[in-house]
């Protein structure tokens, strides 16, 4: 659709026709298509990563097993295999729109070695860009550095550190198959310094008291445990250092763009307390307000209203 409209924009007439057939070389260039292909094969994935992270009801059992899943799945289409079967959807796409692959691309400026190499055997990269023209080139020098690069940032996000954090996190949710586990809570013990010898003989009295009392998620247990504060000071703790840790700044950086909405220039003598209130309102919009009680709670507190609220 997008060369289409480009081809249309070139034979158009107007000023926008030389950037139009210059775009539409690029398009039409082997290495654009292959580049495209890749990217929306990888990026495909990741963004079912993106999307369950940005998502409010994200606990951290959800998003270990996502996290792994994501990187294991990239992982594995590092090999010939894979890269061959993609390939082939790009032989087939190029064909249905009359583009060849086999077209090098526009040369901007003459390779020539420098003279200082005359009558030398070079043995390593001066500096020249390879010429990317075929299947193994694309599998060696795209495909193959787009998964590293990937996989590098993905780790060095989710760290093995972080990761052990996230699975110890998780087991402190009712629903874990793990639940409770001392060797499951001991990267999160490392990290909020708890002693691990106290939590454990906090957890074998705690376990046979929940079964009774049956908590659906780490908030339920949190208030289940609270009336026990002095008891199990460990496991709470721990709940609140779970329950405080985010899983991505998601919804922090909703806040500050709300809060960009908010506070315009027309607004810029607002109070930090009103601008607090309005965010809040703004934010949590979703729950649902019964506006008569509100209404009647202000008739309240504000007898000397001049308008009738009630």
Do not use: W
């Amino acid at each position: 659709v997008l060369i289409k409209s480009l081809e249309e924009l070139a034979d158009d007439g107007t000023e926008r026709s030389t950037d139009a057939r210059g775009l539409l070389l690029a398009l039409n260039e082997p290495l654009f298509i292959v580049t495209i292909f890749i990217m929306d094969s990888l990026l495909g994935k990741i963004k079912i990563l993106s999307n369950q992270l940005k998502s409010k009801s994200l606990d951290f059992g959800t998003a270990h097993s996502l996290i792994s899943a994501v990187i294991n799945q990239i992982s594995e289409l590092r090999n010939e295999e894979e890269f061959s079967k993609l390939y082939d959807q790009i032989i087939e796409f190029s064909g249905e729109n009359n583009i060849d692959l086999n077209n090098k691309m526009k040369e901007r400026r003459a390779r020539k070695t420098s003279t200082r190499f005359n009558n030398c055997l070079i043995t390593c990269t001066i500096g020249q860009r390879e010429e990317i023209n075929n299947k193994n080139k694309y599998r060696i020098f795209v495909f193959y550095p787009v998964i590293d690069s990937i996989l590098i940032e993905i780790n060095d996000r989710f760290s093995k550190t972080n990761m052990d954090i996230l699975r110890s996190v998780s087991s402190l949710s009712p629903d874990s198959s793990k639940f409770l586990e001392i060797d499951e809570l001991k990267a999160l013990c490392v990290m909020l310094k708890s002693d691990i010898q106290l939590l454990n003989n906090q957890i074998q009295v705690l376990k046979p008291m929940l079964k009774q009392l049956k908590p659906k998620n780490m908030i339920d247990l949190y208030f289940e445990v609270l009336p026990f504060e002095q008891a199990f000071p460990s496991i709470l703790s721990l709940l609140i250092g779970a329950m405080t840790i985010p899983v991505s700044s998601t919804t922090t950086e909703r806040a500050f763009s709300k809060m960009k909405l908010i506070k315009t220039v027309a607004r810029n003598s607002m109070s930090d307390n009103r601008l607090s209130n309005l965010s809040l309102l703004a934010i949590e919009r979703e729950f649902c307000v019964d506006y008569e009680k509100i209404i009647d709670a202000f008739a309240i507190q504000h007898k000397n209203s001049r308008i009738m609220l009630k």
